[in-house]
């Protein structure tokens, strides 16, 4: 507790005072800033080599490799590639974003529509099903940018059980091809690769801590 | 504060030991350093496995450091811009100069919103700028919720690494902690019977409690936004459910662009736990409406960070993303584990952040905490070349040492000036070298190997023989020799 206290109001300018002294050599104005940043080396792999095939294949077995469980579909049989597993889930109440197609949401089940849900209404659905922006393969990743199909943060995250739906033609190989997929880069985003886990007591991974403990994947074959 | 045992790790570094004496406690507890080794061998081995499929990992390692470079030479530019797109997205952006600065803001906020409890996610800025002990005695409870902080709360102890900051505690540690903490009387030692209570223990207190404080892995400087990087769901947790969110972030944390996520999250998870990804990564910009916090803070701390960015040498060492690679791969480390730095940053990183947030007024022994065998610069995933800044550190402790009065006397320092005289001199050393032959011949044994010396020269044979003299020295035996023998050498002389 060595510090003296000074007003906060001061402590901008002293801060960047002091930065400004420490780093009198470097760009002096934004045009010569974004010319030092164009020149910092890129030579890392950017996009994948791999065939469409060969990529869905990776994204699986990575997605499998972090216990997340993947079916595959056509877009026809989405539907009831969906009904089989909300019946294998054996969950009967469902949260679910309010961009989700009407016939994704079968009969027999509870769905709660997230229309400003409270946190509790939240808390008591058993499971979520909903889109997502990207999949990555190489980390097996999926990403959400939280679309209204992707639903909102708190969706994803309270119920145990996450259903996500990825079209093929969502799917890239590397990280950095997920980022060429941004226009502009997401007010908010997420990404998910496998269930929640820990390694905190003897480094022995355990999955389901407060996040979901179980992923599902159903990736469509949109484009093969 | 409860009082604490003895030897109860100390790491505030004004108040800390010396790093070999702080070492001492770890080194006599087998268990200790078991549980250090283990977790250890587990994480270098997964992190070695998952670096060795990468094919470009140099090139990500080069892009990785050359961004951190530009972001902290040009720290002030992006800093402003950060300020600047984050207040447009409706975030209050603070300024701490120190950490009882940033300590009396957290308090300021928390009192606005009447706050009585507040949740964590696991930050170690906050443990550097002591946080949790100033807001108890501000009559706020603090819940930490990362399941090694829970560990380390609720039984007292202290974070003995960055990354895994309870490694040191082994399970049925843990178990003892939570059943008596959590009134657990059949709790199992089963790693998934813990994390289950850990979970219960804080759903309620996820689902209720408003306010929360977090960490930042970076500041984007871009879109103003922050990105937490984690695998349990305790940070997306106190990321969407409060009303408040407050973020501690240290000056360095930031990128230029949203883009240079896609190389610092592809070498961060990969270095940190071994894997190709951690489970959520999380980034949020400012307030949105409807989804998460309505009110966000960040609080952008200094505390000794600008003062690191104006010496050339050392500026390297504000690149660093907290990996911790740097201690998973350190020797020193693995025998002492992490209480012996005296700081919440040990290992590597450690022993030259924490001497340079203090100014060099503290923890002067920690650039010596090293063998210089280099394997912490060749894991770093942003290339901070640690044996570099340790050699600058220690030269600059020992010209602070040596002009002090109180160590004219000193063995080493004296001995270092007598040295300095001797060897300017060829009839001193000579005469130097004569008597100490003969001074040293009582210390050698038979087997012409010298066991134990007294004084400061025990410190080199507590832990090592050291060889006597020879019968010659190489000036007495270069006179003795007569003229070349060697027709070679002779042929080439000519």
């Known amino acids: 507790m060595s510090a003296i206290i000074s007003a906060p109001g001061q402590s901008r300018q002293r801060i960047l005072d002091h930065i400004r002294v420490a780093t009198r050599s470097v760009a002096q104005n934004a045009p010569q800033l974004a010319s030092a940043y164009a020149a910092l080396p890129r030579t890392y792999i950017r996009r994948g080599t791999l065939s469409a095939q060969a990529r869905i294949a990776l994204m699986i077995e990575r997605l499998r490799e972090y216990d997340a469980e993947v079916v595959e579909s056509t877009p026809a049989a989405l539907p009831a590639t969906i009904a089989a597993k909300l019946a294998a889930s054996g969950k009967h109440i469902f949260v679910v974003p309010p961009g989700l197609p009407a016939e994704w949401l079968a009969k027999g089940y509870d769905w709660n529509v997230d229309n400003n849900l409270t946190t509790a209404e939240i808390e008591l659905a058993e499971g979520v099903v909903t889109t997502a922006f990207c999949g990555v393969a190489d980390s097996g990743t999926i990403v959400l940018h939280h679309s209204p199909a992707e639903g909102r943060r708190v969706l994803t995250l309270l119920p145990d059980w996450h259903l996500c739906i990825l079209r093929a033609s969502q799917v890239v190989e590397t990280l950095p091809e997920y980022f060429d997929r941004c226009q502009q880069p997401p007010i908010l985003a997420t990404t998910i690769s496998g269930p929640s886990a820990t390694a905190d007591i003897e480094m022995t991974r355990i999955k389901g801590v407060h996040g979901p403990q179980f992923l599902h994947v159903i990736l469509v074959r949109d484009e093969i | 504060m409860t009082q604490v045992a003895a030897n109860h790790p100390v790491l505030d570094p004004v108040f800390a030991a010396t790093f070999p004496k702080a070492a001492l406690p770890v080194l006599r507890n087998p268990q200790l350093r078991k549980n250090v080794a283990h977790a250890i061998d587990v994480i270098q081995a997964k992190r070695a496995k998952l670096v060795a499929e ?124 939570f059943s008596r903490r959590m009134g657990l009387k059949d709790l199992s030692d089963d790693p998934q019977a813990l994390t289950a209570a850990a979970r219960t223990y804080l759903r309620q207190k996820f689902l209720t409690i408003p306010t929360a404080i977090s960490g930042a892995n970076f500041l984007i400087a871009e879109t103003g936004g922050v990105a937490v990087v984690e695998s349990e769901g305790n940070g997306r947790m106190c990321l969407t459910l409060p009303r408040t969110m407050i973020t501690l972030a240290g000056i360095e944390k930031v990128l230029p662009r949203f883009k240079d996520l896609e190389v610092m999250l592809q070498v961060l998870a990969r270095s940190a736990t071994g894997e190709r990804m951690n489970p959520y990564n999380s980034l949020w910009t400012g307030v949105t409406p409807g989804d998460g916090p309505q009110n966000f803070h960040v609080v952008l701390l200094d505390n000794g960070r600008s003062s690191i960015l104006s010496k050339p040498t050392e500026r390297q060492t504000l690149k660093c993303i907290r990996c911790a690679a740097c201690m998973n791969s350190c020797p020193v480390y693995r025998q002492t584990g992490g209480h012996a730095y005296g700081s919440v940053y040990p290992g590597p990183i450690g022993a030259i952040l924490t001497p340079q947030l203090m100014q060099m007024h503290h923890a002067q022994s920690l650039p010596f905490a090293s063998s210089l065998c280099g394997a912490c610069y060749e894991v770093c995933p942003v290339k901070i070349n640690i044996p570099e800044v340790l050699l600058e550190l220690r030269s600059q402790v020992v010209n602070q040492e040596r002009k002090d009065l109180a160590r004219f006397f000193d063995p080493m320092y004296l001995g270092l000036r007598i040295a300095n005289l001797l060897f300017a001199r060829a009839w001193l050393l000579h005469s130097a070298q004569f008597l100490g032959r003969i001074g040293i011949s009582f210390f050698t044994r038979k087997d012409g190997w010298i066991h134990s010396l007294p004084s400061v020269g025990g410190k080199w044979t507590q832990t090592r023989d050291l060889r006597g003299f020879p019968k010659q020295t190489f000036h007495e035996w270069w006179a003795a020799r007569g003229p070349a023998t060697d027709p070679a050498l002779s042929k080439e002389a000519t």
Request: hydrophobic share 50%; charged share 25%; with cysteine.
């Open chain 2, 54 to 177: 990468k094919t470009d990992w140099q090139e990500l390692r080069s892009a990785a450091s050359a961004i951190r470079a530009h972001a902290i030479e040009n720290l002030g530019a992006y800093l402003e811009e950060f300020e600047i797109r984050c207040t447009a997205a409706g975030g209050i952006v603070h300024w701490a100069a120190d950490a009882a600065q940033a300590r009396q803001i957290i308090l300021d906020i928390l009192r606005q919103e009447n706050a009585n409890d507040v949740i964590k996610i696991k930050t170690m800025t906050s443990a550097e700028i002591q946080l949790n002990p100033f807001l108890l005695a501000a009559g706020v409870n603090v819940f930490e919720t990362d399941l090694a902080e829970i560990i380390l709360q609720l039984g007292e102890e202290e974070p003995s690494h960055i990354v895994v900051p309870a490694l040191h505690i082994n399970r049925s540690q843990v178990r003892e902690i």
